[in-house]
């Protein structure tokens, strides 16, 4: 089993930052991506950013430029730095991990997990 824990979320004013957090634990073998998407009240779940375990990256036209992901390999867990926020970024930000686990008994398995999600609002 893969758990991924999310941290990072809350209220910020227009223009402000915040840091989201997703650390992935359990007995993972690799990691192929991990990204984070979010979902605003009434809307689809849509992507705002992936990254890989190589390091490529891909950005919803939305954040280019204001949103920063980012990894610790070692640490299995991903960042997303969010810069010059705006009201339109309010929604639930979910982490999403892709990739190898290992079983008790030694057998490995491909895994789609999800996070919980943490509430991002920006409003002032």
């Known amino acids: 089993q893969v758990q991924l824990v999310e941290s990072g979320g809350g209220l910020v004013q227009p223009g402000g930052s915040l840091r989201l957090s997703c650390a992935a634990s359990g007995s993972i073998f690799s990691i192929y991506a991990m990204g984070w998407y979010r979902q605003a009240p009434g809307k689809q779940r849509e992507l705002v950013a992936a990254?890989?375990?190589?390091?490529?990256?891909n950005y919803a036209d939305s954040v280019k430029g204001r949103f920063t992901i980012s990894r610790d390999n070692a640490k299995n867990t991903m960042y997303l730095q969010m810069n010059s926020l705006k009201p339109e970024d309010t929604a639930v930000y979910y982490c999403n991990s892709q990739g190898v686990a290992t079983m008790t008994g030694g057998d490995r398995y491909e895994y789609d997990y999800w996070g919980q999600g943490t509430q991002v609002t920006v409003s002032s």
């Open positions: 990254i890989t375990s190589g390091g490529s990256t």
